[in-house]
């Protein structure tokens, strides 16, 4: 192969990449949107709303968190972090608690009301994948979930290299 031959192969791949790439943001768009609002459904029959929902989920992955933590993690200012907790706590979803390390520092605390509703939600949620997937051949669902890391992983990766030159 000449390296003319090569450059020709790259500015190919170069076009179809550009065409692709304008395909993928809207279709992940529109994807991201339908579950968004199938979510927002299924949070209808629950006491807990879609922030909230976020919120006891990172409690959930990360353990105990304060409200700094739990703020950075839901990208919402810490006022807004402390009333979301409030009503979160009234509804017994979650508690505060003094960590034993330093008794001067409160984490955030999932009951099991708040463990519950998640991992209820997550099932119906995962039921609705389930249904929209079930004309899917396995072997393209296993590929799709593969893609799905491959660009979850990417990303990622893109963050954490942003946050080291910021």
């Known amino acids: 192969m000449k390296d003319n031959d090569f450059d020709e192969e790259c500015v190919q ?18 994807i991201s949107g339908i579950i968004k609002q199938q ?13 909230q929902f976020v ?8 353990g105990d968190l304060t409200i700094g933590e739990l703020s950075d993690h839901i ?3 810490c006022s807004t972090t402390t009333d979301l907790v409030d009503r979160m706590e009234k509804n017994n979803l979650v508690e505060r608690v003094k ?13 099991e009301k708040g463990t519950h509703i998640i991992h209820e939600v997550i ?4 039921g609705y994948l389930e249904k929209v ?9 296993e590929t799709l979930n593969d893609l799905l890391h491959m660009l979850h992983d990417e990303m990622r990766s893109i963050c954490d290299q942003e946050k080291e030159t910021s």
Do not use: C, F, M
């Not at 006891?56 to 990360?62: A, M, R, T």
């Not at 960590?99 to 009951?111: A, F, N, Q």
């Not at 004309?135 to 393209?140: A, D, G, S, T």
């Open 13 to 30: 791949l170069s076009k179809r990449t550009i065409t692709v790439i304008p395909e993928i943001e809207k279709e992940l768009r529109y």
């Open 39 to 51: 979510g927002r459904e299924i949070l209808n029959h629950y006491p807990i709303t879609p922030q």
């Open 55 to 62: 919120a006891v989920q990172w409690l959930l992955e990360k």
């Open 75 to 77: 990208h919402l200012a």
């Open 99 to 111: 960590d034993p390390k330093d008794r001067r520092v409160v984490r955030i605390h999932v009951l």
């Open 123 to 126: 099932e119906k949620r995962q």
């Open 133 to 141: 997937l079930k004309n899917v051949p396995e072997e393209q669902v």
